[in-house]
Nanobody, 124 residues
């Protein structure tokens, strides 16, 4: 069992930056792939970024490549999402997710555990 708690969301102006954090409970954090998804009002949940348990492989949705960076600190049981050059289109609730499967996937149904989300609002 893994419990995930996100933090770091807030209101920021377009062009600004935020760093989201997701703290995980449990001693098997190193065994999970981790990801960030987001959901804007009236839209489906969207994959944003993922990082493999080996800390090497990462994946990003095209719209955030070059602007967002996912990282993890296995010693702190924490995954981060550094977001820069934010636009109003990035406004959403951001969710942290953990998956036990070996492959690094972008599909939400392959993730086993989810946090409650943190709100990000970008003003123009």
């Amino acid at each position: 069992q893994v419990q995930l708690v996100e933090s770091g969301g807030g209101l920021v102006q377009a062009g600004g930056s935020l760093r989201l954090s997701c703290a995980a409970s449990g001693r098997t954090f190193n065994n999970y792939n981790l990801a960030w998804f987001r959901q804007a009002p009236g839209k489906e949940r969207e994959f944003v970024a993922a990082i493999h348990r080996n800390l090497v492989f990462t994946r990003y949705v095209d719209s955030v490549k070059g602007r967002f960076t996912i990282s993890r600190d296995n010693a702190k049981n924490t995954v981060y999402l550094q977001m820069s050059s934010l636009t109003p289109e990035d406004s959403a609730i951001y969710y942290c997710a953990a998956a036990r499967n070996v492959a690094l996937t972008t599909v939400s149904t392959t993730y086993d555990y989810w946090g409650q989300g943190t709100q990000v609002a970008v003003s123009s």
